[in-house]
């Protein structure tokens, strides 16, 4: 059985952003308070995270996480890595290299944002220890084959990732033909979607419907919410079989 935990699953921003005081940052509803978008994912005996969120630290100890097997990164944005350097206490606990894989520009900068993990003769203890993998195609991890799934964010190109029958896509404007392959016959599929108008580097909630219609996976869960979208009035709006995810929800899949 595959399980999922939803770490996170608001913008870069997070919600309640900071210095607002609209309906949804102020409210009491702990399904309105978003941290960064990451996912955990626990299948066949291996533990994978997807992006490492700017409150990593915090997510991680309240899913419970000990075990990180490998990182699945989508992008070098600051909320999707800034929990990269608290990965220490895994490759401690293991005193082996956490691997980390993602696109050429994504593991590039990465390094060069991170310069101070892989400079060998800085090294100590304290700091994580990482393999970088450049990755354009499937790969194994365990008894886990991952497919990364091109997309563009705006015009950077990025990775979604399907894994078995569930695909991970958030920070997305725009699907090429042979990625929409990729993603035929899901169970499940997680989407970003930041808002109801349309955004040049993310899917709105219509678009992200209309690619739902298209796809027709068994369940959808939308992630990466702005403080846009309250929880319970969109909850109320949504197709069958279509749900907005939250902070701690967890997802078993047979």
């Known amino acids: 059985m595959m399980e999922i935990t939803f770490l996170g699953t608001g913008t870069s921003y ?5 210095t607002c ?22 299948w066949r005996g291996t533990s994978l995270l997807i992006d490492t969120a700017t409150e990593f630290r915090l ?20 909320d999707h890595v800034f929990g990269f350097d608290d ?18 520009s994504t593991i590039t900068e990465l390094r060069e944002v991170f310069a101070y993990i892989f400079r060998q003769t800085e090294r100590h203890q304290d700091r994580p220890w990482i393999e970088t993998n450049v990755v354009d195609g499937p790969f194994q991890v365990g008894d886990i084959l991952v497919q ?3 997309v563009f964010h705006d015009s950077l190109p990025i990775f979604g990732y399907r894994i078995g029958n ?7 404007s725009e699907l090429p033909p042979a990625s ?19 955004h040049p580097a993310h899917l709105h909630l219509e678009g992200a ?38 902070d701690g929800l967890t997802v078993h899949l047979t």
């Open 14 to 18: 997070g919600v309640p952003v900071l």
């Open 21 to 42: 005081t609209c309906p949804v940052c102020t409210s009491d509803d702990p399904k309105n308070k978003r941290t960064r978008s990451s996912l955990w994912l626990r």
């Open 59 to 78: 997510q991680a100890l309240r899913a419970g996480l000990t075990q990180v097997d490998a990182v699945l990164y989508t992008h070098c944005h600051a």
């Open 87 to 104: 990965l220490r206490v895994f490759s401690r606990l293991t005193k082996q290299r956490v691997p980390v894989y993602g696109n050429a």
């Open 148 to 150: 990364p799934v091109p």
């Open 166 to 172: 569930l695909a991970y896509i958030t920070d997305c």
């Open 180 to 198: 929409l392959d990729l993603l035929q016959d899901l169970d499940v599929l997680i989407l970003g979607v930041v808002g109801f108008n349309p």
């Open 209 to 246: 419907l209309q690619l739902v219609e298209q796809l027709r996976p068994k369940q959808t869960y939308l992630t990466h919410l702005s403080h846009l979208l309250e929880h319970n009035e969109v909850s109320k709006t949504l197709p069958a079989g279509v749900y907005l995810a939250y």
